[in-house]
């Protein structure tokens, strides 16, 4: 219905006001409504646009590193956008009054109501009095009741409002979802813009993990600044800035950084005196601010210590580094300690304690500031007694340094040390041989004095003052000798002597004398006989075979260079001339004469040098003509190689197409003389071999007969020991005592007597083609100790001592004594040489006394030689012509075979640990070992050349798999199982030569 227009409405006409009624509250709700549904809008529109645009500019920062000019540009705009919306926004909600007339007209529109029923009904209320009474009542009635139910959102819905909060919430999750994903980017970026004008670095993918080392920074020492830095992209060069820290303004410093690896840089910063910040820059990127602290406790840059010395003592002062390993000096030394800080200094002290370990201080001494320079301070403290110190410096701002501790050892005037280092302590030396003395002393102050003191025969000892001299480690040396000869000492004659040193001491010089040395003389003849121990037929037969693989190696070189030889000769002879290739054949064939010819030189060297030692046995003498013959040959093979070699350089240097007349009588006389390389003389090395290995094998059926014996006297000594047991049946404790250690003997003998039994038919197996005489007898022998059982005999004797049965035990141990005893006549038969074919017919054309006198020295090299029990003090005691002690027992001696054995100049072990033989064998190996480049003694008397070592013993094992069932050897070492007394025996011999190596 259109509007009508307004009538006054009479004043007594009774209407209910506009604000009361149900119209009126739905306006009101409407009109509230709309203006929180546009507020809502704005408010989410706005949220929506303001969270893009900071996205936009966080990330666009990120992204170009905005100056700080955009970023307040950015900050501007976002501050007028904040302040454009606040108005509008306050604009929308509180800027317009409600009216009813234009809410009616809204709500109408809202509804899409047509006929104006509102708005009449607000015109009515306000007194519009157009139409007749009951249509205005009616209108306003049928407005009422329309709006009574009607909800506000039926005529704003908050559709707009919704989706404007919608878009607000999704910019904020974004922001927020941003957030998570990329922490780093907000937290460097944000900062950016809140502070435009401070120093803050833009956003990087690169991250920086930097490290200041030393840690703590002293004030005044250097910093080395450390920086992994890592991320997407590969960083090629880092440069460090550095300001004081806490101030913005001031300049920077930049220093460059060098690579470490691949992510790592280091940059040194020369000095810190200060607080310090830095980052690091990078073209992809820069970090943060880091801050370098300074501690500003005092360091202790250096400490030093000036000793000065007791007068007495003639030494200079010295100086040294005062640390943790504190002092050292005489008692009486005067310590001047210098101790510098890298800060000004006001004070220190030094605490010195006593050696008990006491919590107080002794004696607290003050450290004196030096008048020019403030950063170091001096005090003195004197060496009398062991104790510790503890050292502290103290700044100008009241800071005190770490402590530095350290040991004080007030040192005694010790006496002297002095020591005879040649000859051993205990010497046994050949009648007429010169034995050079050489003394060594020492002392912490020094030596002024040595002297020696000898005597002969019990003799009161003669002083002698010998000059000495100082090497550079403050050792004092002298050097004596004596001659044998000129001072007429006889086989038998002992020579006692010591040294003394004196020091150099005020008031109260100290002297140290040596313990007595002794040299004891003997005979020539005594010699051989231990020289033999050290060099018996296996070495003899060693060294041979040595010899023989050279000679077969310089066979094979000679043959290659001959064959070069020939080839030349072939073209020589059939015109051709000389090509290119001849040439660098001839360089090759001319270092192949030269090698060859070094090669044999230095064997026939060695050859002669063997030759001329002292024969040990008989058959030497034949063996040492082999060898001068084969050093003679050797040595016109390397004059011929020499010479053709030095040809053979001129004709290469020559134009000549043809060799030279000079050069082919050389080859074909090199060519000619082929000794000692010919078939006979291998022939005769072939036949020297086997002679030797017919020797060896007779030499073993005597060395297992040799075993017989002693088996046979240990058997007879511990017959005769369980004699005290006979005709007991019963045995009191101490009694079982003793059986059942004689038990344990005759066990041992036991075991013993069936290893010998086992060795002794091997050795006639292996004997039987080349001695078939002396096999026969070592099987006879064999047969008897079956037949006689002697073996049960002594299991028996050890059974009846253990069970009690001592007058049974002492039966049975001397029926097997007996019956060992009778077969010793049947020994001597195995013993002789008959079964060595009368004589050997070989290069060592030995007649059959020689045969004899060779097995009988062998065999005596088996027993110990009377050495250190010939002289006594007082004069001489002759010895024996077997050159055996007196009382000594050749078969209980000598069980073992090789056991004792010594080296040339190596300490002898029999009645004294540091004993030492001395004579021509043993000098000349020494001396050949020196002078040959190409042969060294193996420390048995025996040579090695080069590329050939000897046999070198290996570690031993003590294991079941290691026990030796039947080869068992003659030693009887007590307490080990006799399975592994092999092993036992080279394990105590391989550390005995260790020992004597060193």
């Known amino acids: 219905m259109p509007l009508q227009p307004r009538i006054p409405r009479p004043a007594s006409t009774s209407w209910q006001r506009l604000s009361d009624t149900p119209l009126d509250d739905f306006l009101r709700r409407v009109d509230l409504f709309a203006k929180a549904v546009r507020g809502g809008e704005f408010v989410g529109w706005t949220l929506a646009i303001a969270v893009a645009a900071v996205l936009v500019a966080l990330f666009s920062d990120a992204f170009f590193a905005w100056p700080a000019a955009v970023r307040i540009g950015w900050n501007l705009v976002a501050a007028a956008g904040l302040l454009t919306s606040a108005v509008v926004l306050g604009w929308r909600m509180f800027g317009r009054r409600y009216h009813a007339r234009t ?54 819905p908050p559709s707009p409002a919704v989706r404007a909060t919608l878009a607000g919430l999704a910019a904020v999750m974004a922001f927020g979802i941003a957030l998570l994903i990329a922490p780093r980017l907000f937290a460097t970026v944000i900062p950016r813009f809140l502070d435009p004008l401070g120093d803050h670095p833009p956003f990087t993918l690169l991250t920086f993990a930097p490290t200041v080392k030393p840690d703590p920074l002293h004030r005044g020492k250097p910093a080395l600044v450390t920086v992994e830095i890592t991320g997407p992209e590969r960083v090629e060069e880092a440069v460090l800035i550095l300001r004081p820290a806490g101030e913005t303004r001031a300049p920077t410093e930049r220093l460059p950084m060098f690579r470490q690896s691949e992510t790592t840089f280091s940059g040194q910063v020369a000095r810190v005196d200060v607080d310090t910040e830095f980052h690091i820059e990078t073209p992809r990127g820069r970090s943060g601010w880091f801050e370098m602290k300074v501690s500003q406790t005092p360091l202790i840059e250096e400490a030093r210590a000036t000793l000065t010395f007791p007068a007495y003592t003639g030494w200079k002062p010295r100086e040294q580094r005062l640390d943790d390993r504190g002092v050292r000096g005489l008692r009486g030394t005067k310590c001047l300690i210098a101790v510098r800080s890298n800060l000004v200094l006001k004070e220190g002290e030094i605490q010195i304690f006593s050696a ?66 040649a000859p051993a302590e205990t010497l046994i030396a ?118 023989r693989k050279e000679l077969e190696r310089l066979a094979e070189e000679r043959q290659k260079a001959a064959k070069e030889l020939e080839e030349l000769l072939r073209k020589q002879a059939a015109g051709d001339a000389l090509t290119d290739a001849d040439r660098e054949r001839m360089e090759r064939l ?122 046979t006297a240990e058997q007879r000594q511990l017959a005769n020991r369980l004699s005290e047991l006979a005709g007991k049946t019963s045995l009191m404790p101490d009694e079982q005592a003793r059986a059942d250690q004689f038990a344990k003997e005759q066990e041992l003998l036991a075991q013993e007597l069936e290893s010998v039994r086992k060795q002794l038919e091997e050795s006639a197996r292996e004997a039987e083609e080349k001695l078939p005489k002396m096999a026969e007898s070592a099987r006879q022998l064999v047969e008897s100790l079956d037949q006689l059982a002697i073996s049960q005999e002594q299991m028996s004797a050890a059974q009846q001592a253990r069970d009690q049965q001592g007058d049974a035990a002492h039966r049975h141990a001397e029926s097997a004594a007996r019956k060992l005893e009778s077969l010793m006549e049947a020994a001597g038969d195995a013993q002789n040489s008959e079964g060595l074919q009368e004589g050997l017919d070989g290069p060592l054309r030995l007649s059959q006394q020689q045969v004899r006198n060779t097995l009988d020295q062998m065999r005596r090299s088996r027993r110990p030689p009377g050495l250190g029990q010939r002289g006594q003090k007082g004069g001489r005691s002759p010895g024996n012509s077997e050159g055996e002690s007196e009382g000594g027992s050749a078969g209980g001696q000598s069980r073992g075979g090789n056991q004792g054995r010594m080296r ?75 399975g592994y007394r092999d092993a036992a025996e080279a394990y105590f011999r391989r550390l005995s030569e260790e020992k004597d190596s060193k």
């Open 103 to 156: 809410v009616a007209r809204l709500a109408e529109d809202g509804l899409h109501r047509r006929d104006s029923l509102l708005i009449n009904a607000v015109e009515f209320r306000s007194g519009l009095e157009t139409g007749s009474e009951t249509l205005r009542a009616s209108v306003v009635q049928s407005a009422d009741s329309i709006v009574a139910t009607l909800p506000a959102s039926a005529v704003t």
């Open 430 to 547: 050949v009648e007429g041989w010169t034995i050079p003395v050489e003394i060594q002393a020492s002392d912490d102050i020094g030596v002024e004095r040595i002297r020696l003191f000898r005597g002969v025969n019990g003799w009161s000892p003669s002083a002698v003052t010998l000059p000495h001299e100082t090497d550079q480690a403050g050792v004092a040396l002298a050097k004596t000798e004596f001659d044998l000869g000129a001072l007429g000492a006889k086989a038998g004659d002992v020579i006692e002597y010591y040294a003394s040193a004196d020091d150099r001491a005020s008031g109260r010089p100290q002297s140290t004398d040596t313990p007595t040395s002794t040299i004891q003389v003997i005979s020539e003849e005594e010699y051989k006989d231990f020289a033999r121990q050290q060099y018996q037929l296996d070495e003899l037969s060693e060294e041979f075979e040595t010899f």
């Open 590 to 711: 001319e270092k192949q004469m030269g090698d060859f010819a070094r090669d044999a030189a230095e064997l026939a060297r060695t050859l002669q040098e063997r030759a001329e030692e002292m024969p040990l046995y008989d058959l030497e003498q034949q063996y040492t003509e082999e060898l001068k013959k084969l050093a003679k040959e050797l040595s016109s093979q390397s004059e011929n190689a020499e010479r053709i070699a030095e040809l053979l350089k001129h004709q290469q240097d020559s134009s000549s197409p043809k060799l030279s007349e000079e050069l082919e009588d050389a080859a074909e006389q090199f060519l000619k003389e082929s000794g000692p390389f010919d078939a006979p003389t291998q022939d005769q090395m072939e036949q020297l071999t086997d002679d030797l290995q017919t020797l060896q094998k007779a030499d073993a059926l005597n060395e297992q007969v040799e075993r017989l014996q002693a088996v």
């Open 356 to 421: 008990e370990g006491g919590t107080t201080a002794d004696v607290v001494l003050p450290l004196t500031p030096d008048s020019g320079d403030r950063q170091l301070v001096r005090g003195e403290v004197s060496i009398e007694t062991n104790g510790r110190f503890e050292l502290v410096v103290r700044s100008e701002s009241g800071h005190e340094s770490d402590v530095l501790t350290g040991p004080i050892v007030a040192l005694r005037d010790r006496p002297p040390l002095v020591a005879i280092t």
């Open 904 to 978: 040339p100049g190596q300490s002898a072990r029999r009645g004294d640990s540091n004993a030492q033989v001395m004579g021509p064998r043993t000098q000349e190996a020494v001396e050949s070992s020196d002078q040959s480049a190409t042969m060294q003694a193996d420390g048995k008397g025996r040579f090695v050349l080069p590329g050939v070592t000897g046999d070198t013993p290996s570690a031993e094992s003590l294991t079941p798999q290691s026990r030796n069932g039947e080869g068992l050897s003659g030693t009887n070492l007590r307490g080990v199982p006799v």
